[in-house]
């Protein structure tokens, strides 16, 4: 079935340092969706790419989808000790699955 | 409502009894899903509800889970004789239509602990 794999399973990194989590599916995805969990709290949608090649991007935040729509990435430019929390994509086929997640966490 | 709004959002139950978690999804929102998150584990999928279609309950660990919806409103999902291994936190989520472009909403979840 379906596998959603997602890597690193952790970062730890100094305040200003970047940071990008990877994501990749067993299957060709429609499309590939973001979430930020912050510790104590649930997932909140942060964006959905679905076109092969497709780039967006929230302020330091750079959003990839691969060009065989199978792979994705998330890059933070700079980290500021708000953007600690997991990571997570989502991959829809027939079906959405998350991956496991990548928790951040950011040293002042 | 303004939210996904999930109750309790703490239970503590006995092993073997009954729980009843609830999810009241955003006035609108068509879909509906479940999902449990072991502690500092990933989203595991239990089940889906599109509107009046049957759920896909692929994601129900065993026959002890069960949820119900009526038509697009309230879900409640039904663990019976609870485990220990069912401690987690329980999310319900819900989007405007079925498995298309729309990301998820997430309640605040139901922290449930199997003593």
């Known amino acids: 079935g379906q596998q959603v794999m997602q890597i690193p399973q952790y970062q730890h990194v100094q305040e200003g340092e970047d940071f990008t989590t990877y994501c990749n599916s067993s299957t060709t995805l429609s499309n590939i969706q973001w979430y930020k969990q912050r510790p104590g709290g649930h997932p909140v949608f942060l964006i959905q790419l679905v076109k092969s090649g497709e780039v967006k991007k929230q302020k330091r935040l750079t959003f990839q989808f691969g060009e065989a729509k199978k792979n994705s990435s998330l890059h933070i430019t700079a980290t500021q000790t708000t953007d600690v929390g997991t990571y997570f994509c989502a991959g829809r086929n027939n079906d959405m699955r998350f991956g496991a997640g990548t928790r951040l966490t950011v040293k002042p | 409502g303004a939210g996904v709004s999930q109750s309790p959002s703490n239970k503590v139950t006995e092993k073997g009894k009954d729980v009843e978690l609830r999810c009241d999804p955003i006035s609108g929102h068509t879909a509906l899903y479940w999902y449990r998150q072991r502690l500092g584990q990933g989203l595991e999928f239990l089940i889906y509800f599109q509107g009046n279609s049957a759920p896909d309950k692929s994601g129900l660990p065993s026959d002890r889970f069960s949820a119900e919806r009526t038509g697009e409103s309230v879900s409640t999902l039904t663990i019976q004789r609870t485990q220990q291994e069912d401690s987690a936190v329980y999310l319900c989520?819900?989007?405007?239509?079925?498995?298309?472009?729309?990301?998820?909403?997430f309640g605040s979840g139901t922290r449930l602990t199997v003593v």
């Open positions: 989520a819900s989007s405007p239509f079925g498995q298309l472009s729309y990301g998820y909403t």
